[in-house]
């Protein structure tokens, strides 16, 4: 683990309870932060709760009432808010575009688009204000190519670049930094779960051919993204604005 000092900082996480989000709660806290642990009211948060100082907040992405209400809670563990990592996403229906059902299109992009939208903008604003501050959003390696059977997915993760670096460039002036963590498969319950739709009978006969697509032929570990997290939070990577950083074995090298 690479060691960065991130003492005295205050962050948000959304998706906090589990996969990558709960290893960056995990991480950030090992690096001396204070996190809010932002995840659905039927999420788990022991895991996240016992990372260090943790305040559990259970909310909704989607809704912009229950960002202020995480801004609120974020601003009691400290005086401003250092950190947001916009990473609670869905993986959505397995179809092509002419398959894919409406409810589902619109679904994915409340919770994967709306949500990152309503953190860069709130928690953007209160950075904004205080003239500092690093927003990493999650992406994914399907927001550099298409798709033909996760067609909401990969709209989401290119509507999430495309945020970012707009974002990136409004609020450079104002010391704002604004870049995406882009993975390739990670053993989280996504990938699992998409492994039991796909081979109900023996999900774990799925993972060969899922981990195939990067060059390293191994899924990552939620640990991997959530140290590269660190780094770019961190003071190392203070002139990093709008890139989208891909933690992938080589996916996008090809
Ligand atoms: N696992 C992968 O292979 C992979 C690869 C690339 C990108 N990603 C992205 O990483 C992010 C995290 O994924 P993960 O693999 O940890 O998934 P996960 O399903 O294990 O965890 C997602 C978390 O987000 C929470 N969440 C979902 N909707 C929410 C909402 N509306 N409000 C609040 N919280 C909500 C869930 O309760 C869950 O705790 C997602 O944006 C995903 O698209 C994952």
């Known amino acids: 683990m690479i060691e960065q000092s991130l003492a005295g900082r205050v962050a948000i996480v959304t998706g906090a309870a589990r996969g990558i989000g709960l290893a960056a709660v995990q991480r950030l806290c090992a690096g001396g932060a204070s996190v809010v642990a932002f995840d659905r009211p039927d999420a788990d948060y022991s895991a996240a709760l016992s990372a260090g100082r943790v305040a559990a907040f259970s909310g909704d992405v989607v809704k912009s009432s229950d960002w202020q209400g995480a801004i609120d809670l974020a601003l009691t563990l ?28 619109d679904r994915i992009m409340a919770i994967n688009v709306r949500g990152v939208y309503l953190g860069i903008k709130y928690v953007g604003r209160c950075m904004q204000a205080q003239r500092s501050g690093v927003i990493v959003n999650t992406s994914s390696v399907s927001g550099f190519g ?3 059977n996760i067609f909401g997915y990969t709209a989401s993760k290119f509507a999430v670049n495309g945020m970012t670096k707009s974002a990136a460039i409004a609020l450079a002036p104002d010391g704002v930094r604004v870049l995406a963590l882009c ?17 109900p009978s023996d999900p774990e006969a799925a993972r060969p051919q899922l981990a195939q697509g990067t060059p390293m032929g191994r899924y990552g570990t939620p640990e991997e993204i959530a140290d590269v997290l660190a ?3 961190s003071d190392a990577a203070a002139f990093m604005t709008g890139a989208l950083v891909p933690v992938d074995g080589g996916t996008l090298a090809k």
């Open 78 to 105: 400290g005086d401003k808010v250092d950190i947001l990592f916009n990473n609670a996403g869905i993986s959505g229906a397995i179809a092509n575009a002419i398959d894919y059902p409406e409810d589902d299109f």
């Open 146 to 148: 298409g798709s033909g």
């Open 183 to 199: 993975p390739s498969p990670t053993a989280t319950e996504m990938m699992f779960q998409l492994e039991r739709r796909l081979s």
């Open 231 to 233: 780094f770019l939070v």
